[in-house]
């Protein structure tokens, strides 16, 4: 089974501040097993309290932070969206909740530069640019 978004976007936050998975349960006061349980998808939906720890644990910025709350209750979007988000860091908030909304259809993967490009031409009609 392929990682989740949230778990994927976990680890690498943990993995960018260097951190081992006993390091980030000590600093977010959570068991070291259940934050591995998060990153491989075996548990899912955290409580806000346990995403407030571990955010601040992180200290993960606000997009990255809000992209870890939305994930935590949006379990079925793709690992390839986060990937590119951190990728690119003009991708916003707003837009990749925009482009997580979009639902695929067939077997093609998505091509997620052109997707965010297609949401901002949509996003800068509607605020009249």
């Known amino acids: 089974m392929a990682q989740p978004a949230f778990g994927f976007l976990l680890q690498r936050l943990r993995e960018e501040r260097r951190l081992s998975l006993r390091e980030l349960g000590q600093l977010a006061g959570i068991d070291h097993a259940y934050i ?3 990153e491989t998808g075996d548990k899912e939906s955290p409580s ?5 720890k571990l955010i601040r644990a992180l200290k993960a910025a606000k997009r990255e932070a809000d992209m870890l709350r939305y994930l935590a209750e949006h379990s079925q979007i793709d690992e390839g969206l986060v990937a590119h988000a951190l990728a690119d860091a003009s991708v916003s908030y707003e837009e990749f909740c925009s482009v997580a909304g979009v639902v695929f259809r067939g077997t093609g993967r998505p091509d997620y530069p052109r997707l965010v490009e297609r949401i901002r031409r949509i996003l800068r009609e509607e605020n009249g640019n």
């Not at 806000?48 to 407030?52: D, F, H, P």
Request: proline share 0%.
């Open 36 to 38: 591995y349980r998060l």
């Open 48 to 52: 806000e309290e346990v995403l407030a």
